[in-house]
Nanobody
Framework: QVQLVESGGGLVQAGGSLRLSCATS????????MGWFRQAPGKEREFVAT????????YYSDSVLGRFTLSGDTAKNMVYLQMNSLKPEDTAVYYC??????????????????WGQGTQVTVSS
């Protein structure tokens, strides 16, 4: 089993920045895709961004494109999410995800095998 551990969440004012990190541990498996989903109160889980390691392709939701940047360390199976120009509507629990097959930016949460426990991001207006 692969464990994902997120860090870096917190409270920030609108227009500010945060950087989330996700580390993997546990059984060594081949991870093809890693990235982030988020869930705001009363809403369904929403795709944010993912990366496919072999292709080096990254995928972003329209709502974060141009403001968030996903990067990673393939050797360590770590991913980071740099979030700039944060808005109150970005407030959510952010989950790190991973998959053992290439998903090409699949936005359905059920496609991702592994999930972290989540980290809270709160953006005040």
């Amino acid at each position: 089993q692969v464990q994902l551990v997120e860090s870096g969440g917190g409270l920030v004012q609108a227009g500010g920045s945060l950087r989330l990190s996700c580390a993997t541990s546990g059984r060594t498996v081949t991870v093809r895709d890693m990235g982030w989903f988020r869930q705001a109160p009363g809403k369904e889980r929403e795709f944010v961004a993912t990366v496919n390691w072999s292709a080096g392709s990254t995928y972003y939701s329209d709502s974060v494109l141009g403001r968030f940047t996903l990067s990673g360390d393939t050797a360590k199976n770590m991913v980071y999410l740099q979030m700039n120009s944060l808005k109150p509507e970005d407030t959510a629990v952010y989950y790190c995800v991973a998959a053992s097959r290439s998903l090409g930016g699949d936005r359905w949460p059920g496609s991702y095998h592994y999930w972290g426990q989540g980290t809270q991001v709160t953006v005040s207006s």
